[in-house]
């Protein structure tokens, strides 16, 4: 069955400091994944896309990385903001033709000042 | 360049009543995805159409709803006789014409807050 896994639930940080968020997955066939951010009563924002055969992918203060041999991917945010709270949401597609999309669960990240 | 529109943004409905969803792509897409959110959930992939045609309903429930994507409007997802456990929100999300469709990037709208009481 086609799952993706996320690690923590939910994470409180201070302002200022780093953190790492987890996903894990088992989706065959790979085709990508994707990193989204996603605002309190808003829809998902992309904010990284990896293919096969790359390891790692940086957007600003944020650094995705995938290690398709074991299955996981983590999203490194630097010297978090407030604005930074937000549910980050791991999506792995499958390569083929069905529902080609399957999103985990979520971490719920605050920053508190 | 708009992004994806959705509407309403809220949507209360008593239950067996119908509710109408309706997304409007970004300019020049012509792919959309609807996905639901329970509370607490991540979301769930029900449907992906093309203009007039239904490429993937295999999230779709079976029975009470339905979706369609006209050559002219917008993309509406309609619930019929909606029960407490539609309540959601619920995503639309568009991409450009392709035939890599994962390859794409996928770009979501605010979403409608349904609430059936």
């Known amino acids: 069955k086609n799952q993706v896994e996320q690690s923590p639930q939910s994470l409180i940080i201070l302002e200022g400091k780093n953190c790492t968020l987890q996903?894990?997955?088992?989706?065959?066939?790979?085709?990508?994944l994707r990193w989204y951010k996603q605002d309190t009563g808003r829809g998902p924002v992309s904010l990284t896309i990896m293919t096969f055969s790359e390891n790692t992918k940086s957007n600003g203060r944020y650094t995705a990385t995938l290690d398709a041999d074991t299955k996981q991917s983590s999203l490194h945010i630097t010297a978090s903001q407030l604005s930074d709270s937000a549910s980050y949401i791991c999506v792995v597609s499958v390569n083929n033709y069905g529902q080609n999309f399957v999103f985990g669960p979520g971490t719920r990240l605050s920053v508190l000042p | 360049n708009a992004g994806v529109m959705q509407n309403p943004r809220h949507l209360v409905r008593r239950r067996g009543q119908e509710a109408r969803l309706r997304c409007s792509p970004m300019?020049?897409?012509?792919?959309v995805y609807w996905y639901r959110q329970l509370p607490e959930e991540g979301l769930k992939f029900m449907v992906y159409?093309?203009?007039?045609?239904?490429?993937?309903e295999s999230g779709m429930p079976k029975e009470r709803f339905s979706a369609e994507f006209p050559k002219e409007g917008p993309s509406i997802l309609r619930i019929q006789q909606v029960v407490r456990g539609d309540s959601a929100a619920y995503f639309c999300?568009?991409?450009?014409?392709?035939?890599?469709?994962?390859?794409?990037?996928?770009?979501f709208g605010p979403g409608t807050r349904l609430t059936v009481t």
């Open positions: 999300a568009s991409s450009p014409p392709g035939l890599a469709r994962t390859d794409y990037e996928q770009y």
């Open positions: 159409l093309q203009k007039e045609n239904i490429i993937d």
């Open positions: 996903c894990n997955y088992t989706v065959s066939p790979f085709s990508n």
């Open positions: 300019k020049g897409h012509s792919h």
